[in-house]
């Protein structure tokens, strides 16, 4: 079994599933990025965002999370809005975003097919996300986008989930002090179907922000 104390390989395919669609889309898109895609952002910020997996035309196109796709739309306009970054688009890796005490990442660092890791994939890749919440400023707020990173970051913790359910605008503190918040993932689907409205989502990134800002409170 894998064990390492890195936070991210790019390298990486301990997943063989996930390694071998990643070689078929290499071929088919040469010009994709189609390898691990790195957590981007202040690697000591105060603030974290974790995502699923990267999208097949966005991240994995792009090689930074949440760049290049519908989910990310809404997403860096709503950090924009909040004051977690410098611009409200994120459409190219070169585009000049810059964040502000946040950083973005995702549960499974590879593209999945049709989207779904498996538990075994979620489980190993889990180590990357670990070992990222344990390094030296760590983040202390933390906004899970779905069901699944809200458990993958739990697992990370060595928390149970069925002790923090997951279900969107929940705001807990974990039992090390962070503040974790949930949010329903800013994807298509949600937001075609109203699951997910514009206003609910930037409304979480304020829930988020607010949390931000008082740990700035406690150290003044």
Known sequence: MYVT????N????LCPRLAGFLDEVRVL??????RPVAPFGDPKAAFLVVGLAPGMHGANRTGRPFTGDYAGVLLYE???RSGFSNQSQGD??????????????????C??????????????CNTFLANELAAQGAPRVLLVLGKIAHDAVLL??????????FGHANQVVLPDGRTLISSYHCSRYNTQTKRLTA?????????????VDALHAVEV
């Open 5 to 8: 104390h890195a936070a991210f």
């Open 10 to 13: 790019g390298d990486c395919r």
């Open 29 to 34: 898109h040469p010009t994709y990025h189609a």
């Open 111 to 124: 593209l999945p097919p049709q989207n779904k890791p498996t538990p075994a994939e979620m489980r190993i």
């Open 156 to 165: 990370a913790l060595g928390l149970k989930a069925s002790g923090y359910p």
């Open 199 to 211: 206003e609910m989502f930037y409304a979480v990134m304020h829930q988020a922000r607010a949390a």
């Open 92 to 109: 190219q890796a070169d585009d000049g975003l810059v964040l502000f005490n946040c950083r973005i990442s995702n549960a499974v660092k």
């Open 78 to 80: 709503a950090l924009y």
